[in-house]
């Protein structure tokens, strides 16, 4: 089962920043957090990872409470082709399977 | 790079006939992983490989599906005989076997059996 819990659902406006909460109280100490996102008929996308820090990329950036149970990803600038399927998921540091669960549907709404 | 490559991209079938997708992973990686969405299920892991051995194939559904990697570059998943319930899209991805890596998806096989 997923450790995770999100929101099934979210709306964005376009250009707008988009803030993806997850809970994962559970997580241990050795496990990362994890977030890929599914845009319709296509497959999963790695978006960034983190175990404590926050992290940026040049497509999001990762906010780890202090706790690490929960955490927020934030799309600066949403696009309509951000309009996806959000999955975080937790992991082991090794190369284990990814476990889905429902994930956040984003719509990013013009 | 060309990514994970999985064929065919769209396979109708009927049931009882015997079904065989493909996926080539990204050069180099040596993890492969097999996952299957529907929409009841979600996505679910069926079987992955580390350098071309199985190593959990719980996800497996049931003595219908096999799964094959002859090298590193190849892997089948086969179900024989299918059944309606078998239709969904079939994800391939692969990775290289090391901490913190990322996995890459291929496009999906969309199966549906009538």
Known sequence: DAKTTQPPSMDCAEGRAANLPCNHSTISGNEYVYWYRQIHSQGPQYIIHGLKNNETNEMASLIITEDRKSSTLILPHATLRDTAVYYCIV????NTPLV????TRLSVIA | DAGVIQSPRHEVTEMGQ????????????????????????????????????????????????SAKMPNASFSTLKIQPSEPRDSAVYFCASSLNRVQETQYFGPGTRLLVL
Do not use: A
């Not at chain 2, 079904?19 to 979600?42: A, E």
């Not at chain 2, 350098?51 to 599906?65: C, K, L, Q, T």
């Open chain 2, 18 to 65: 015997e079904v065989t997708l493909r996926c080539k992973p990204i050069s180099g990686h040596n993890s492969l992983f097999w996952y299957r969405q529907t929409m009841m299920r979600g996505l679910e892991l069926l079987i992955y490989f580390n350098n071309n051995v199985p190593i959990d194939d719980s996800g497996m559904p049931e003595d219908r599906f």
């Open chain 1, 100 to 103: 889905f669960g429902k994930g």
């Open chain 1, 91 to 94: 992991r082991n540091s090794g």
